[in-house]
Nanobody, 124 residues
Framework: QLQLEESGGGLVQPGGTLRLSCAVS????????IGWFRQAPGKEREGLSC?????TNYADAVKGRFTISRDADGTVYLQMNSLKPEDTAVYYC????????????????????WGQGTQVTVSS
């Protein structure tokens, strides 16, 4: 009955920024690996980033532009800078069980609980 809820999506111009939030309940701080995924129309869902208790991981498509972090209350954020039109998608956060060596996976099969998604549109 783990619940995740994304927020912070919206319309932004190319080159702009957004910060997405993922509220996780019940509160478990950093127990869960939390991943960010996105799905654009007609495309497969892709993993973007994840955070474990000790590490982070990023897909090449967003490396250097997106940053994942976690607050003391367990909320996980995705700071998105230098947004491009191709970043337009529904963004999801998901929770998965810890993996060996606190590795954070970018594969959706490793995540069992999902939020409902938040729309990000990058357009001029």
């Amino acid at each position: 009955q783990l619940q995740l809820e994304e927020s912070g999506g919206g319309l932004v111009q190319p080159g702009g920024t957004l910060r997405l939030s993922c509220a996780v309940s019940p509160f478990t701080w950093d127990y869960w690996n939390i991943g960010w995924f996105r799905q654009a129309p007609g495309k497969e869902r892709e993993g973007l980033s994840c955070i474990s208790s000790t590490s982070t991981n990023y897909a090449d498509a967003v490396k250097g532009r997106f940053t994942i972090s976690r607050d003391a209350d367990g909320t996980v954020y995705l700071q998105m800078n230098s947004l491009k039109p191709e970043d337009t998608a529904v963004y999801y956060c998901a929770a998965g069980r810890p993996l060996s060596y606190s590795y954070c996976s970018l594969y959706q099969e490793d995540f069992g609980s999902w939020g409902q998604g938040t729309q990000v549109t990058v357009s001029s």
